[in-house]
């Protein structure tokens, strides 16, 4: 090398950083500051590390003991190993923080102050800056070509993980980094390919010194410019979007809304419109992207306001209360786990109900057919088959048996509603289905209580023909209203002489009372109050008029339904699931079960169909329905433990055979967010 002013007259080119100039080796470490290992593809694992091989100092510290057989590395080959930034350090699963690679004894470069030049400067700087990493302890081929195979599948840059799969094989053979590398330029260069075999070993050297593949530098200036990156056009083409439905946005639709009204209105004159690939693009970015739409949590009411409210404050603290009085089946064989019961209690079982509809000619969307097969589908759905049912995790759907293991009775309900069949589903047959569970229910079990759990639906919430209805009553007494069930002032009136007086709905001559007698009664002065307002109530005001303060009272608000009265009056329980929360109804996921096998079959007239709905409904174990049943209680383990949404559906996907989301979940989780 001749040096002149300071600065190297050649370079020598190759992977070696350490042999460049200061400026070069400068370039080399800002360039890499913010690289890692291959740790984030992959739950790191605990693999061994060759043992190091130590470098002796002209005066050994008597605490280290020193190998009389390691060979001394040069100060040019102990540089040619050390990595350029420090490697961070990778917890593992357990919880406890394991360096990547090991550390040894800290190499160190005999000191001369009279021969050393200024090559040694460089490498005692070099060293000391990054000291914290040995530079010997470089994995082995044989683990990298292991990495490298669990990428393959993964990343995009399949041409340089190809490369290195076969630098890595060669490298295994035996054969040596420069002659590994031009083997692999021959096969891949129609020329000699020197420039491509030098690239692969630096290449190489690079991704066995950080696992990782050098950062892609080209393309991160755009010279290009468009309107999108107008503040205008972006806010308008945002807010257009933002208004329209979700899911009827298309970019045929966004494109003609472009150039008809988004850049006349900004007062842009484009040469020529734009194109329907470019709206196409434009949709990407601004983070629209084409989505197959699945069922699963619903997430558009999931996490509104009221609805959590229910489900963490009264549903969530009600089934674990009850969950210590059920018996729950864990594990991958499902082993049976009994309650610990007091004296006088009894075992809960939980039953789950719901509905689902089935029609004549659903059947698969897709086939394999041969070259001109085809198979005729029939252009409506058919006929409906609406079924009820209950599940539990003990007897799966709700049945009874004799003594020779027939089934006898069944609470599950098929009608067929249409315009020739049946009624459609109303209050009425749920009520007439549900004392038929509970018939069964106390037959098999005598000595145990259920927990019937419904969703919130209309005819689930149906109240009494004398329910108490303040928008059903006139101003005054009689008159052409109904009339309603008596009455007990609740404690929160404001008259705390009337706490717990009951309070009858007519008069002395059986008429039906008035808004204005009710409220009077109860203490309320009506004195300029009118009777309803037109043609609805304000959102925000309790006190607008009569029948408003009177139905806000907890004896009109806290009424309970025709469903839940029947069950109750049974001496059973009776809960409803939250809003938009179908994920914790584990009979959904039994409805799927049954679906998919009932589409798999082609069905030619409706008996067929008829036929392969009980079919399918029988279909499912009592096995599978029961890890529906734990799927639904690791979804309320999650809520209960702060978990919302994607992050819930996430924990609960980490495991299968538990009834709650276990720790190594949260650990997880914990780490992502932190």
């Not at 394991?98 to 490498?123: F, G, H, N, Q």
């Not at 209360?321 to 939980?350: T, V, W």
């Not at 969703?455 to 009689?478: E, T, V, Y």
């Not at 409706?606 to 029988?618: G, V």
Request: glycine share 6%.
């Amino acid at each position: 090398m001749y040096f002149v002013s300071g600065r190297l007259k050649t370079y020598i080119k190759g992977p070696d950083v350490v042999s460049k100039s200061e400026r070069m080796q400068h370039r080399y470490k800002k360039q890499i500051t913010t690289q890692g290992t291959l740790n984030f593809l992959a739950i790191p694992q605990a693999r061994p590390i060759p043992p190091p091989i130590y470098v002796p100092s002209q005066s050994p510290s008597p605490d280290v003991e020193i190998n009389s057989g390691t060979r001394s590395l040069s100060p040019n080959e102990l540089a040619e190993f050390l990595p350029l930034v420090p490697v961070p350090p990778v917890r593992a699963p357990g919880g406890d923080m394991r360096l990547k690679r090991t550390c040894a004894i800290k190499p160190t470069v005999e000191d001369s102050r009279d021969t050393e030049d200024d090559e040694d400067k460089e490498i005692n700087e070099l060293m000391q800056g990054h000291a914290s990493c040995s530079p010997l302890e470089l994995p082995d081929w044989p683990y990298l070509c292991n990495e490298i195979d669990k990428v393959l599948d993964k990343e995009k840059k399949l041409n340089q993980y190809q490369l290195l799969h076969s630098f890595a094989t060669l490298r295994i053979k035996g054969l040596g980094r420069i002659a590994a590398s031009i083997h692999i330029a021959l096969s891949q260069h129609k020329g000699e390919g020197a420039w491509f075999a030098r690239r692969i070993c630096a290449l190489a050297r690079h991704f066995e010194k950080y696992e990782q593949l050098p950062i892609e530098c080209r393309g991160g200036r755009c010279k290009g410019s468009c309107h999108l990156d107008d503040e205008d056009v972006n806010r308008a083409t945002r807010s257009w979007l933002e208004m329209q439905k979700i899911g009827s946005v298309t970019s045929s639709r966004f494109c003609c809304a472009l150039n008809a009204t988004i850049f006349p209105d900004l007062g842009i004159a484009l040469k020529k419109p734009l194109s329907n690939h470019t709206a196409h693009r434009w949709m990407h970015k601004l983070g629209f992207h084409q989505t197959i739409l699945q069922k699963g949590v619903y997430m558009d009411g999931h996490e509104r306001e009221d609805v959590i409210h229910y489900r963490n404050d009264i549903f969530l603290p009600t089934m674990a209360k009850f969950e210590s009085h059920m018996a729950c089946y864990e594990g991958e064989d499902l082993k049976r786990h009994e309650p610990n019961l007091q004296p006088g209690e009894k075992r809960i079982i939980a039953q789950f109900h719901d509905e689902s509809c089935f029609h004549a000619n659903e059947f698969k969307s897709s086939a394999w057919l041969k070259q001109g097969q085809s198979i005729l589908q029939k252009k409506s759905w058919g006929c409906l088959i609406h079924v009820s049912d209950f599940i539990n995790e003990e007897d799966g759907c709700l049945i009874q048996h004799n003594a020779h293991g027939k089934v006898i009775r069944d609470a599950r309900k098929v009608i067929f509603p249409g315009a020739s069949g049946d009624s459609w589903w109303d209050t009425q047959q749920l009520l007439v289905q549900v004392d038929t569970a509970m018939d069964i229910f106390d037959a098999t079990h005598p000595d145990c209580q259920a927990l019937f759990i419904f969703d919130q639906s209309s005819a689930h919430a149906s109240l009494g023909p004398d329910a108490l209805r303040a928008f059903d009553m006139n101003k005054g007494n009689g008159g052409k209203q109904r009339k309603q069930k008596d009455t007990i002032i609740p404690c929160t009136n404001p008259t705390i002489s009337m706490h717990g007086k009951p309070q009858k709905m007519t008069n002395e001559n059986g008429e039906a009372k008035g808004l204005q007698a009710m409220l009077e009664e109860r203490g309320f002065d009506m004195k300029g109050m009118r009777a309803k307002c037109t043609p609805i109530c304000p959102f925000e005001n309790d006190r607008c008029c009569m029948a408003c303060l009177l139905s806000r009272q907890d004896d009109f608000v806290n009424q309970i339904s025709m469903l839940e009265a029947a069950i109750i009056n049974r001496g059973h329980l009776c809960l409803f699931l939250p809003k938009f929360h179908c994920e914790l109804n584990p009979i959904e996921m039994y409805w799927g079960y049954a679906k998919y096998r009932y589409c798999e079959v082609f069905k030619a007239t409706f008996a067929e169909a008829k036929q392969t709905t009980i079919q399918s409904l029988d279909a499912c174990p009592v096995e599978t329905i029961r890890r529906f049943i734990n799927r639904s209680w690791c979804f309320m383990s999650a809520y209960h433990l702060g978990l919302m949404g994607k992050a819930a559906e996430w924990a609960v996907r980490k495991q299968k055979s538990h009834h709650s989301v276990v720790q190594h979940a949260m650990l997880a989780i914990d780490s992502i967010l932190n």
